[in-house]
């Protein structure tokens, strides 16, 4: 299973943000999507994700995604948006149950055994098991974010989209988040290979977590090969205009 | 909470909602034992008349005037609360409801036109108030959501909210207009705007009741739907519930349920706005429980609000609108405030 990118362009409205992309994402890879501020990262998963039409085409499977039911979507690719606001305060436990929506289809909220089963695993990988009745308005902003994760574990998809799911978390979380994603991916949880996609602003975070990076400047890649030749100083001040020699870290 | 717990609260509810209920037809200037109003109730349902000891003209107080009434403001209530409980979820903003998003005052607006022009479609007969209702009311969300569309691309529910609010000011303003331009009407109509139950009928509720029943079905075959829904339309996509299919057929459902009861009653505000927030306050957010519950206790409410608008000044009716609003308004702010001081 995987996902093509062909001749695609995107946008909001008149303004286009990526232009003429051409991609190919296979079953069980971990990819980097980096690229500064605007650049169009965001729009690229939401793309993929079928959240937004597009020029050119975008297949998962062999079938285009925005042919596909919602529904039908959401069993290939869960995402995880950059923002997650909370408007009425579910519990942790109801949240998490909410990603089993498109893998088990109850209509009235009973979801099956093994969805619950599934759920719950989900919610011990990220380390949120023990708050599953506090809710979400009692929760920090990176006990939130790990419950988010929860969920879209939860979707139990074989594409992960993640958009910055190193927000909010401190620094010993980042690094656990990083060991999560790689026992995701190797499918320890759902018992078959997954593949990553994911953004983030931390580096270092990148780097453990992924292998393949494909950098995005003004809605175009710039760059699609190994994390390390990716994060490499000439191609990151390419990237991001700045010459990160003098930003500590890199 | 637990199952236990919840079925308890759900008990103790519905014990409530009775007691209210049957409190809302047994008070008034004429008073009645439980016993003889069972018996005429009985009476009536078996076909077997007025029962031995009751007076014909009890009968006829307690099961023309007295129950019709205070089921209609039950079922108003109700299908008011459910109406608002599905906005709020669908547009993540707990100041959504009917009211504020103009469906109520398009829908009353409808049934002014047709009582003042006495417009008549023989097909429709005695569904000519309650279609005019639905149809304005839905006229007037449609209206609001392309406005919207066009000011804001991304369609964002706080301008939704906005231009619901601006446009049910206007649409007051123009029944403030008809009232003053046909001063025939104009008391009818001014009591039109602040909602009234005098006169409602079996008649009235059994159009009110299939429409509560179409309504409650298919805002429960929604509810995991408006659970994801309430993180927002993004994340919905994502989880895959497809947002803007889900927001055409819910709001279709919440005008049908609006736009009759309004038809019938005139605009009362505010219940649909509070009863779902005390409702989540004491059941959660999970629609599953939210719907249900919210018609339980926006009936009870509404049902206790007219069996006060009709007798505290006794003879005279204070608008059920302005009680709604006078009671609502302290007991809202005390729940909402002291659980987030709770919480704090």
């Known amino acids: 299973m995987k996902i093509v990118v062909k001749g695609m362009s995107a946008g909001y409205g008149s303004s286009e943000i990526l232009k003429d992309i051409d991609l190919e994402i296979g079953s069980g890879e971990k990819v980097f999507i980096g690229g500064s501020n605007g650049s ?75 969805a619950v089963e599934y759920a719950v695993k989900c919610m011990e990988d990220c380390g949120v ?31 992960l989209f993640l958009d910055e799911p190193g927000n909010n978390l401190d620094i010993k979380y980042r690094a656990e988040l990083c060991d999560k994603l790689n026992v995701w991916a190797a499918g320890e949880t759902s018992g078959i290979p997954n593949t990553l ?21 003004d809605g175009k890649v710039i ?16 990237v991001y205009d700045f010459d990160v020699t003098s930003y500590s870290g890199v | 909470m637990t199952k236990k717990g919840t079925g308890l609260k759900i008990a103790i509810s519905a014990v409530l909602c009775l007691f209210i209920l049957v409190l809302a037809i047994r008070q008034g200037s004429v008073y009645i034992s439980l016993k003889d109003l069972f018996g005429i109730i009985g009476g009536h349902i078996t076909g077997k008349g007025t029962p031995d000891g009751v007076e014909p003209m009890m009968d006829s107080i307690f099961w023309t005037i007295r129950m019709p009434r205070a089921v209609m403001a039950f079922l108003v209530g109700g299908a008011l609360s459910m109406s608002g409980a599905c906005m709020q979820a669908l547009l993540q903003n707990p100041l959504a409801s009917s009211y504020t998003l103009g469906v109520s005052s398009g829908a009353s607006l409808g049934a002014a036109l047709v009582l003042i022009l006495e417009i008549s479609i023989p097909v429709l007969s005695g569904f000519m108030l309650p279609f005019a209702g639905f149809v304005f009311g839905l006229a007037t969300v449609v209206i609001a959501l392309m406005l919207t569309s066009a000011i804001d691309r991304s369609v964002s529910n706080t301008t939704v909210v906005l231009i619901g609010m601006v446009l049910s000011l ?27 139950f005098s006169a409602r009928g079996w ?41 803007k299919k889900t927001k055409i057929v ?5 005008s049908l349920l609006t736009g009759v009861s309004v038809a019938f009653t005139g605009v009362i505000g505010f219940i649909d706005l509070a009863a779902p927030h005390v409702v989540r306050k004491i059941f959660g957010p999970s629609h599953k429980l939210v719907i249900p519950m919210s018609f339980i206790y926006g009936g009870a ?19 059920v609108g302005a009680v709604t609003a006078l009671i609502g308004a302290p007991f809202f702010a005390y729940v909402f405030f002291a659980s987030r001081r709770k919480r704090a």
């Open chain 2, 250 to 254: 819910a709001i279709l459902v919440c």
């Open chain 1, 129 to 159: 098991e023990d708050l599953q009745d506090r809710h979400l308005d009692e929760l920090s902003g990176g006990q939130l974010q790990r419950v988010l994760l929860a969920r879209t574990f939860a979707q139990k998809s074989p594409f």
């Open chain 2, 203 to 243: 008649k009235h509720c059994a159009i009110l009741f299939p429409v509560c029943v179409i309504g409650f079905v298919c805002l429960m075959l929604m509810s995991r739907k408006m659970d994801i829904m309430s993180f927002g339309d993004l994340q919905a996509q994502a989880m895959g519930v497809d947002a």
């Open chain 1, 223 to 238: 760059f699609d090969g190994c994390i390390a030749d990716g994060l490499k100083p000439e191609m990151l001040i390419k």
């Open chain 2, 301 to 319: 409410f509404m049902a206790l609000c007219d069996l006060i608008s009709r007798t505290l000044l006794s003879p005279r009716e204070i608008p």
């Open chain 2, 170 to 196: 206007f649409v007051n303003g123009m029944m403030n207009l008809l009232s003053t331009l046909n001063a025939d009407h104009s008391k009818q109509l001014i009591l039109w705007m602040m909602g009234s």
């Open chain 1, 40 to 114: 169009g990262k965001t729009t690229l998963l939401k793309v993929m994700s079928g959240l937004i039409s597009h020029k050119g085409t975008v297949t998962v499977d062999g079938k285009e995604i925005s042919k596909m039911k919602r529904k039908e979507a959401a069993k290939l690719i869960s995402l995880m948006p950059q923002t997650s606001e909370v408007y009425f305060p579910y519990t942790v436990r109801e949240t998490v149950m909410l990603g089993t929506y498109a893998s088990s289809g109850s209509i009235l909220g009973g979801a099956p055994a093994s």
């Open chain 1, 197 to 217: 996609v994911a953004i983030f602003h931390d580096l270092e975070q990148a780097r453990r977590c992924c292998t393949r990076a494909v950098m995005l400047k």
